[in-house]
């Protein structure tokens, strides 16, 4: 097994090539991730008991570092592991062959149904990603619960990680930007505000295109403009609204912006309607 000139460790010659192997398996993880007994189990499929000993055996030869609720690899020594599995596979193999051991796990194939390993809620997004699995990302990022609310912010949440979903959100937003495909960036604006991240601007600029393309009904797009909390973005949201209502719709928003207490965006916003 070739490896970085820069790092020697002994221990690593003297393993077995099972435990070789399951050293260069540890690469695919996200660098930096505490690995614990779950993960490794899942990696290597083995028994728990079996992943606990071998995360152990690495650790004694100095590959991996105790931090208490599990191992870590320190930089150099993550860059080694996976150049290692890199020379066994292609890395976007590997990815994908550790999601398909992750979805197994899963109910009817719904991510957010995952049991929790201490790893894999927070780093999700990003194997998909490397495996070129984008349209799992957009399948995972529309997962719904039973009672119809957003499946992936929902576990995240449960598990004290509301800003990992943001995250998670932010970076397929910024995949679809690069693509400059607008209904998906429409979409993700709205799972952005769905999921709790405030107001985004980005939905309220997209508001018109929202009514003019269909994505949203008049109704839908009138009733998310009349609940921004800010004067001014909520008159500026409602004149950009206004081209795309009917006449019934557009009374409406007439008389929301008469109600606005700030005289220069009731003004402005008066003028635009006009």
Known sequence: ????????NPGLDDLSPDNQAAFAWLGVLREGAVVRPATATMLWAQPEAEARQNLQRLSDVGLLQF????YRLDSATHEVARKSLSERMPLPEAHTRLLEAYRAQTRDNLWHTLPDDGYIYAHLTWHLEQAGWENEI?????????DGRNGWYEARQCRGQPDGSQLDVALVRQLVDEREDVGLQCRYALI??????AHDEKLRV???????????????????????????RRAKAL???????????????????????????RARALADLA
């Not at 952005?192 to 991240?197: N, V």
Request: no cysteine; glycine share 8%.
């Open 1 to 8: 097994m070739s490896r970085d000139r820069t790092f020697h």
């Open 192 to 197: 952005a505000a769905s999921t709790s991240i």
């Open 206 to 232: 997209l508001l018109p295109r929202l009514v003019e393309t269909g994505f949203w009904t008049p109704e839908q797009g009138l009733a998310y403009a009349l609940q921004l909390p800010h004067e001014g």
């Open 138 to 146: 957009h399948a995972l990022l529309q997962e719904e619960t039973a």
């Open 239 to 265: 004149a950009q609204l206004a081209p795309f209502l009917p006449e019934s719709l557009f009374a409406g928003a007439l008389a929301a912006v008469r109600e606005i207490q700030d005289r220069l965006s």
């Open 67 to 70: 931090v208490g609720e599990g």
